[in-house]
Every structure is written in structure tokens, then in C-alpha cells.
């Protein structure tokens, strides 16, 4: 794989989506949940893309299970949650795994690309968050204590 475009996930609907969709914008791809100390993120999530969805850039949620249960819900208990607490508009994937085996390949192929602290791979909690430039390529990595609007600057590099 030499992009994220060669990869697609599903909808909080169920529908597959090809993230070739998304080419030419620039891309924060985020695990989410939304019983997290972090899930206020979501707000700030949601202002980023608002601000900045005009000129390119587009904010993907991957709800994920993996850190203390914090994502329980259903897929439409997710967007439920997501609409009626922060008016979350942009797109939402179906619940996933970005680690271990049963990881999504998307993530396999984000955490292999942009590594974490002192070079690992496995994400540490909810919300950290992947900068994808314009030709799908991984170009920065956050950890969960990065609030969205400490990103704007970066992103606004890739626009």
C-alpha cells in the first residue's frame, strides 16, 4: 500500500467506502470514543472541520473499543452520541481495532508510516490523531493529549 487511498473502511451505516474519495483533501484521521476523558476532542474536532472543510481538509472518525472499553455503543449509538453532543459532522467509520492483529489495515499501514514516541508503532489511547497530506500520505502523528486546535497550523501548511 503507498497511500491511504488504497484502503476502505465502513460507515457508521455499513456502507464500504473507498477513502480514494477523499483524494486531494487534506486528511485527520482520528480513533475516537466517546466515553473518554479526551472525548471532548470531538468539539474541537468538529470546529476544525467547519473552519477548514471549504478549503480541503476533512476530519475521518474511527470510534475504537481498545482502551477501557470507552466505546461500547453500537454503531448508531455512536452517531447518535456524536450528533447530539457535539453536532459532529464529519464522517464516521464503523467501530474498529488499530492494534493487534485484528487491527484495520488502514491502521497498520498509519502507525507503520508516522511512529509514536521513541519509534512505536501501537497507538496509546483514544484520539490520537494521524495528518494525511493532499496525496494521501501520512505526515504527522499526535498523541491524544494534542487538542485539534493546536493542529490547525499544520494543517493549514497542507491546504
Known sequence: MTSVYDFSAKTLEGDEIPLSNFRGQVLLIVNTASKCGFTP?????EKLYEKLHG???TVLGFPCNQFGSQEPGSESEIGAFCQKNYGVSFPMFAKIDVNGDNAHPLYKYLKKEEKGVLGTQA????????LIDKDGNPVERYGSTTKPEDIEGDIRKLL
Do not use: C, R, V
Not at 476532542?41 to 474536532?45: H, N, P
Not at 497507538?123 to 494521524?130: A, H, L, Q, S
Open 41 to 45: 476532542q470531538y468539539e474541537g474536532l
Open 123 to 130: 497507538i496509546k489511547w483514544n484520539f490520537t490523531k494521524f
Open 55 to 57: 478549503e480541503g481538509l
